[in-house]
């Protein structure tokens, strides 16, 4: 029998007190405007997009990442506001500070060199970090009528990514697989 591919993806994630706030964002989203989705993975800046990858091969993308992560820094991370990308995402926007646009490159640069891990849609377009809190199911007249309400709101929040994250997904869900330390 042919092992079938998975689902992962490669992020940064906010700490824990963080994640219950932007949660709680995604939550509202669902309540009032029936956008459910994005409560299917944790609060996240996505570095690698969700790519399909053998189990039985888990742990060479892991060694790949584990050697990026050793050789990095904890990444700072500042949120200031909210984002869309007309007519369905709205997110919480991080500022792209030169930090967190070099972990992107440099991780990309790794993975591909590495393993041979390459995005070709990604590669053509600008990395745009976000931390969606609403996509997908989000309706157009839904969009229309939050986007006003979330354009201005004020949301700030520092913190210091001090892991990578691989994700897997699993029953319609995104799970946390692996953590990577940055730096240590």
Same mark, same amino acid.
């Given at each position: ?34 956008? #459910? ?12 997009? $969700? ?12 060694? /790949? ?8 820094? $904890?990444?700072? @991370? ?10 369905? @995402?709205?997110? @919480? #926007? ?39 809190? /609403?996509?997908?199911?989000?309706? #157009? ?18 913190? @210091? /990514? ?8 699993? #029953? ?13």
């Amino acid at each position: 029998m042919t092992e079938s591919t998975r689902l992962y993806f490669i992020a940064l994630l906010p700490p824990a007190e963080i994640q219950e706030q932007i949660t709680e964002i995604k939550q509202y989203f669902a309540d009032k405007y029936a956008s #459910r989705h994005a409560l299917t993975s944790p609060p996240h800046i996505t570095l690698q997009p $969700p790519f399909r990858w053998l189990p039985s091969e888990v742990p060479i993308l892991e060694k /790949a990442i584990s050697e990026f992560a050793l050789t990095g820094a $904890p990444v700072p @991370v500042i949120l200031d506001g909210f984002g869309a990308f007309p007519p369905r @995402v709205i997110y @919480v #926007r991080p500022q792209k500070t030169p930090e967190l646009m070099e972990v992107k490159r440099a991780l990309t640069a790794h993975l591909e060199t590495a393993i041979g891990l390459i995005d070709e849609k990604e590669k053509q377009r600008a990395f745009s970090p976000h931390i969606t809190v /609403a996509f997908r199911d989000l309706k #157009r007249q839904a969009f229309k009528a939050a986007w006003p309400e979330f354009k201005e709101r004020p949301l700030k929040e520092r913190f @210091v /990514a001090t892991h990578l994250t691989l994700l897997i997904h699993d #029953r319609g869900e995104w799970h946390i697989e692996t953590e990577f330390p940055l730096g240590v």
